[in-house]
T-cell receptor
Framework: GESVGLHLPTLSVQEGDNSIINCAYS??????FIWYKQESGKGPQFIID?????DKRQGQRVTVLLNKTVKHLSLQIAATQPGDSAVYFC???????????FGGGTRLMVKP | EPEVTQTPSHQVTQMGQEVILRCVPI?????FYWYRQILGQKVEFLVS????????KSEIFDDQFSVERPDGSNFTLKIRSTKLEDSAMYFC???????????FGPGTRLTVL
């Protein structure tokens, strides 16, 4: 399950700092967006989602922001921990129950 | 906590051979999916399955691919005649009736030689 790629964008942060991971989506008809975390050797793990009628949603230590005007999605992780190190993917869906379209992923590296 | 399981974790096969990748979705889920991830690339949708039939499929899911739910628990992906470019991680996912969250399995790494 590891998405290792020479061209994968990487964000390196210090433990305890806040992280912001960005994603641009392409389909203006998408009405549901999700952030997934993928650790080495594992499948994507759901973090947080947001519907298109919202612009912000908060979870535990994570916040997702949606800007439909510029088709931009971001994931904010507060007080980043070493266990947050992983590849993060955004995904979009325009027909509940069917396909997710994934973005290219960002590797987050947390330095202790 | 219920989870999606997949077997095998790693499958090595010769080009032209048939492979069957197996998944056990979460038991009360109704929607089932296969995705793949070629090394270094993003996760790509293959097919979705609901009510014992394919509900949507991508261009990748050509005649060499098929899916089946042979019993009440398993969901399989068959590749009839594997090609080198089929080498990838294959993820199964499932979803319940009332929420949009798709739960992913750990994946099967398919290596075609």
């Amino acid at each position: 399950g590891e998405s290792v790629g020479l061209h994968l964008p990487t964000l390196s942060v210090q433990e305890g700092d806040n992280s912001i991971i960005n994603c641009a989506y392409s389909n203006s008809a998408s009405d549901y967006f999700i952030w997934y975390k993928q650790e080495s050797g594992k499948g994507p793990q759901f973090i947080i989602d947001i519907r298109s009628n919202m612009d912000k949603r908060q979870g535990q230590r994570v916040t997702v922001l949606l800007n439909k005007t510029v088709k931009h999605l971001s994931l904010q992780i507060a007080a980043t921990q070493p266990g947050d190190s992983a590849v993060y993917f955004c995904a979009e869906n325009n027909n509940a129950g069917n396909m997710l379209t994934f973005g290219g992923g960002t590797r987050l590296m947390v330095k202790p | 906590e219920p989870e999606v399981t997949q077997t095998p974790s790693h499958q090595v096969t010769q080009m032209g051979q048939e492979v069957i990748l197996r998944c056990v979705p979460i038991s009360n889920h109704l929607y089932f999916y296969w995705y793949r991830q070629i090394l270094g690339q993003k996760v790509e949708f293959l097919v979705s399955f609901y009510n014992n039939e394919i509900s949507e499929k991508s261009e990748i899911f050509d005649d060499q691919f098929s899916v089946e739910r042979p019993d009440g628990s398993n969901f399989t992906l068959k590749i009839r005649s594997t090609k080198l470019e089929d080498s990838a991680m294959y993820f199964c996912a499932s979803k319940g009736a009332f929420y949009n969250e798709q739960f992913f399995g750990p994946g099967t790494r398919l290596t075609v030689l």
